[in-house]
């Protein structure tokens, strides 16, 4: 009879820890810099902006740096056309994205507009220096005054302790 509760407690705890309902599997490894080439390339010389179908999912090693700020007035407006015209269905979809979190590869940094309810984990999670996955899509980009600006949108995020953890009890 004991053995019942301890399954239940085991089953209950699992399920709180492990990240259920997300599409880890579709996300492929590559660098921010790669990601940004693959969809500056996609902007063609006449184009003021790209909306991007096929979203280049992708999972990018970074080290968090702690750092934040509003997502600039352009990004965001780019991220509210993008959902209008590709998400109509996902009404409130851009709102996930208010701030952005600056993130190192290497040497360079990177803004990126960050989902709102993983940041939350950020503070309980993450120091400045740690060196996370971050699970993103590249939505498109647009020309700015002196470039293109790349819209990558941060779903979430692991640390790569979790990742092994996670390896370590998969079958």
Do not use: H
């Amino acid at each position: 009879m004991q053995i019942l509760p301890a399954i239940t407690v085991s089953v209950l705890l699992g399920a709180t820890f492990l990240p259920q309902g997300f599409p880890w599997e579709i996300f492929k490894p590559r660098t921010l810099k790669e990601v940004i080439s693959i969809t500056s390339k996609a902007v063609r010389p006449g184009d003021s902006m790209f909306l991007a179908s096929n979203q280049l999912e992708s999972k990018v090693e970074v080290v968090f740096t702690g750092q934040s700020r509003p997502i600039i007035k352009a990004r965001k407006s780019f991220i509210t056309m993008w959902v209008g015209t590709l998400r109509a269905d996902q009404k409130g979809y851009d709102e996930l994205y208010e701030r952005e979190y600056l993130y190192k590869e290497g040497p360079e940094e990177y803004w990126l507009a960050t989902s709102k309810p993983i940041t939350k984990y950020f503070d309980k999670e993450l120091k400045p220096g740690d060196k996370m996955d971050l699970y993103l899509i590249s939505i498109g980009a647009y020309r700015s005054k002196d470039d293109i600006d790349c819209v990558l949108l941060v779903e979430e995020f692991q640390k790569p302790a979790a990742q092994e953890a996670l390896r370590a009890d998969s079958p």
